[in-house]
């Protein structure tokens, strides 16, 4: 019996040896990346503040930015897209300029008033500097994909300072209903140390409170689905609208340093008719007083249209703190309808609208653990679950595989991208079928 077990234990410690040793490494290279990134993003949106009329120069930042993926980048131009393919469908070492490019061009966004977010860079970042680890040292091929998946986890938490949400997020991005459970320590271990790692460069986080969270009760568990269901249609909105923007200008522009260009021409003039302060860059300061004090119907529309144009247009930058800001401020105008502080529902936005749009709700839940507190546990978890079950088959990543569909008569094992052409080819059989049948 006994020597059953040493082979099972010596497995064990092995196996977490040499992945504890690895993930520390991508943790270092990661959490550094992270650090440095969000410094810089820190100073681009000082600097904006302090002259609000770099809008107008938004449009050549863009095309600047276009210019340099189209002649260094085409290779890395997929983003987050590309690492869930190369973890699913390994092809090539992820090349490092990634890394330089979606900071440059994170950075330029956020300098000249485009709004976005900043996870898309910090993921993108980790994968590519992860990828580099295996290209270096003499691992397997199936290391990989745990490095992959080991960086986007660091990218995610050091960003939010949300380790445990950072390693569920690496886990769970990658196919709407499955895990990965082989890839847990590598996440796990990552996400930690590089979440410190970033903490002793001297990040720091923002802080969201909620003062009072009701005891759960029958309206309040209700209130938590009705809430849910709207957060989880705002984020299909919100990937929908996006894709279709960046579909439609990739049909009319060839050319792809223009789409920026134009789109940049376009944000610069809405936000000089409007007082669009608030809508542009990450959007913390409205983000944080959605906690405070109600806001207005206009802010949940503004940021969406603004975030929409930028990401659809093709500037760079991520989708979640923008997701954020769209589903606290949503949260916080639903509250007087469904009898809820709006300090906890502006919570359960924060989360669930990300939960719908990126497919995440486990990762969204343990989110709001972190940043909220346990007390929201159970009005979090239902809202993140409901808006997963109401945004379908819809994503801000296309290249998600749907490892267990939401609903009968949609294919697994496809990646989402691939689903509305299959789709429509499956109607057009249907159609022309359909006489001879009867």
């Known amino acids: 019996m006994m020597q059953r077990k040493l082979p099972a234990l010596s497995f064990a410690l092995s196996f977490i040896g040499k992945w504890s040793l690895l993930s520390a490494l991508v943790a270092a290279l990661s959490g550094t990346a992270s650090a440095f990134f969000l410094f810089a993003l820190e100073q681009a949106t000082r600097t904006r503040l302090a002259h609000p009329w770099l809008i107008w120069l938004l449009p050549l930042g863009g095309f600047a930015v276009g210019m340099a993926y189209l002649r ?26 990634m890394v330089p490019l979606v900071l440059t061009g994170t950075v330029v966004t956020h300098l000249f008033g485009g709004s976005a977010g900043r996870e898309g860079t910090a993921v993108q970042m980790g994968g590519a500097l992860a990828d580099q680890v295996h290209k270096v040292l003499p691992l397997q091929p199936e290391d990989r994909r745990m490095l992959l998946m080991a960086g986007i986890s660091v990218g995610f938490a050091s960003v939010f300072g949300t380790p445990l949400a950072g390693a569920i997020f690496g886990l769970e991005m990658l196919a709407i209903g499955r895990l990965r459970y082989d890839a847990i320590l590598p996440c796990l271990a990552a996400a930690i140390l590089g979440d410190q790692a970033s903490l002793l460069w001297g990040v720091h986080h923002t802080f969201y409170r909620i003062p009072f969270i009701p005891a759960l009760d029958a309206w309040g568990l209700c209130a938590s689905v009705l809430a849910g269901a709207a957060f989880g249609l705002t984020g299909k909105l919100f990937a929908e609208s996006v894709h279709w923007l960046a579909d439609c200008l990739r049909r009319r522009i060839a050319f792809a340093p223009l789409r920026p260009l134009i789109g ?14 608030a809508y542009l860059g990450l959007g913390i300061p409205t983000l944080v007083s959605a906690f405070q004090q109600p806001l207005s119907p206009y802010d949940v529309i503004g940021k969406l249209g603004f975030t929409v144009a930028t990401l659809g247009s093709g500037f760079k930058g991520g989708e979640v703190t923008p997701l954020f800001y769209i589903g606290a401020a949503l949260g916080n105008m639903l509250a007087p309808l469904l009898h809820l502080p709006f300090p906890l529902l502006a919570g359960m936005g924060f989360v669930a609208v990300f939960a719908g749009a990126a497919n995440t709700p486990l990762a969204s839940t343990v989110m709001a653990l972190e940043l909220f507190g346990s007390e929201i546990g159970v009005y979090a978890g239902m809202a993140c679950v409901v808006a997963y079950l109401f945004s379908g088959h819809s ?12 609903r009968r008569g949609v294919p697994e ?26």
């Open 72 to 97: 260094l980048g085409k290779e890395v131009e997929g983003g987050n897209n590309l690492l869930i393919d190369e973890i699913h469908d390994p092809q090539k070492t992820v090349p490092l300029r």
């Open 264 to 277: 940049g021409g376009a944000i610069a003039v809405a936000a000089s008719l409007m007082d669009a302060r």
């Open 395 to 406: 994503s801000i990543y296309r290249a998600q595989r749907i490892g267990v569909a939401k």
């Open 413 to 438: 094992n496809i990646r989402l991208a691939d689903w509305p052409a299959l789709r429509q080819a499956t109607r057009r059989k249907q159609e022309t079928s359909g006489p001879d049948a009867g």
